[in-house]
């Protein structure tokens, strides 16, 4: 059985549907902090398969020791986390306790089941302002607020942990931008409020919900002058975890560190173009001051996942900037 932390949220519930499509038997266990329950009938409806269902939280140890108890888990893929950058200048005390203090509890529980696989969910925000694109993992890693810092600090943790319990083997996935939905429109990302990522944003104008999109700068050093960053397909990102389980499957220990972006940079005018020329809607836009932290270029150098996973981004940008209308419209 393979347990997912975090299942029901964006990235975890289309890995659930990936997994199941390979005839997985899978475990979802979410607190709903940033999911909802609808979700778990969407999974299933996609595809056609069922799973066990935890509502728990990371942070109480005593009900991630009763899944465990239940259910014979070989893996675990750890996306559970508070994900909100700006959030979490504001209240990083939280941040510190879900993030940092659910993956110990995680990994002390783990460690009492004998459980000693894990995929955990990092981000490329551990690069912090990077001196060259295309990023490689072995670049030096810098945080610019505390959610990047949460991620850094799991990451520390989790390479400390490796080299004390020699059976333990963990896959770091460094995610660049996530993007998209599934083709069937039936979940996708949904954040609550006004969006703060760039997706969302351009999906709610389109759909008359948000007026007017705000361009954060367009004086980069760039080829328009607006940020430039590696967006994923979510679909292919979901891939990425199963390749990165096969991984796993293998004799060898450690930790094992992968870039999961496209290995292409698209500026904020080309997804706006993009998204216009595929959905054919027009989207207002007007540019403003830059954000402050925002950096001018940031994407992958993912050769490493391609060699050592054998996984690649498949999907274009079409297919990322259609599934993300095609959500926005079926699901609100
Ligand atoms: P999400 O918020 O949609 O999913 C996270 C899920 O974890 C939610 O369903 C939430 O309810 C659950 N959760 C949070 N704290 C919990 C706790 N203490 N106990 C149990 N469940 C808890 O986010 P996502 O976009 O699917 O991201 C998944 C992971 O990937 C996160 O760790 C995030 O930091 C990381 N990541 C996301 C992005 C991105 O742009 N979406 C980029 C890089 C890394
Ligand atoms: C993309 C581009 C903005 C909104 C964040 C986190 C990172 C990771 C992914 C979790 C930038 C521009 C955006 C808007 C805009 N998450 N933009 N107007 O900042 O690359 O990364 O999400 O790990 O840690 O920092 O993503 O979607 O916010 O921005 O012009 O309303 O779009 O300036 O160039 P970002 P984003």
Redesign the pocket.
Known sequence: MILL??G?????SHTCVELLKRGERIVI???????REEAMDNIKAISNAGFIFYK????DKESMRKIFRENKIDAVVH?????AVGESVVKPLAYYK?NVE?TLNLLEVMEEFNCSKMVF???ATVYGSPERVPITEDMPLSTTNPYGTT?LMIEQILQDYAKANKQFKVAILR?F??IGAHESGAIGEDPNGIPN?LMPYIARVASGKLECLSIYGNDYPTHDGTGVRDYIHVVDLAKGHLKALDRLAKDDTGVFIYNLGSGRGYSVLDIVQAFEKANGIKINYKIVERRPGDIAKCYADATKAWKELGWKAEKTLEDMVRDAWNFEQKHR
Request: hydrophobic letters at 30%; proline letters at 3%.
């Open positions: 932390t975090g029901l949220g964006y990235i975890g266990m979410d607190n709903l902090s940033n999911s728990a939280d990371l942070l996306f559970a986390g508070l994900k879900n659910g969910s990092s981000s991620k995610y931008n996530p990522n």
